[in-house]
């Protein structure tokens, strides 16, 4: 899976804002289990980012992203 789409964003966006998940199925003409369904994809997808950015913590990024270039990647 890779990033969260839009209507991912979305339903994320108004579940913050402590709406239903009929009310937002009705707000985006969909229907609940859609609602449900792509919730529960989107929470799947941020829950691997976050494994994938702790992992990379560890292994000293974004810090050696942003310092100087080694002589190997010059």
């Known amino acids: 899976m890779g990033l969260l789409t839009i209507?991912?964003?979305r339903i994320l966006e108004l579940?913050?804002?402590d709406y239903s998940a009929y009310?937002?199925?009705r707000e985006l003409d969909k229907d609940p289990p859609t609602v449900y369904r792509s919730r529960d994809?989107?929470?799947?997808?941020?829950?691997?980012a976050k494994k994938d950015l702790e992992w990379a913590k560890?292994?000293?990024?974004p810090e050696k992203l942003e310092s100087k270039?080694?002589?190997e990647s010059t």
Do not use: D, M
């Open 7 to 9: 209507f991912e964003r």
């Open 15 to 17: 579940l913050s804002q």
């Open 23 to 25: 009310v937002i199925a």
């Open 41 to 48: 994809n989107a929470c799947k997808k941020l829950r691997e």
């Open 58 to 61: 560890q292994l000293g990024f």
């Open 69 to 71: 270039p080694t002589k």
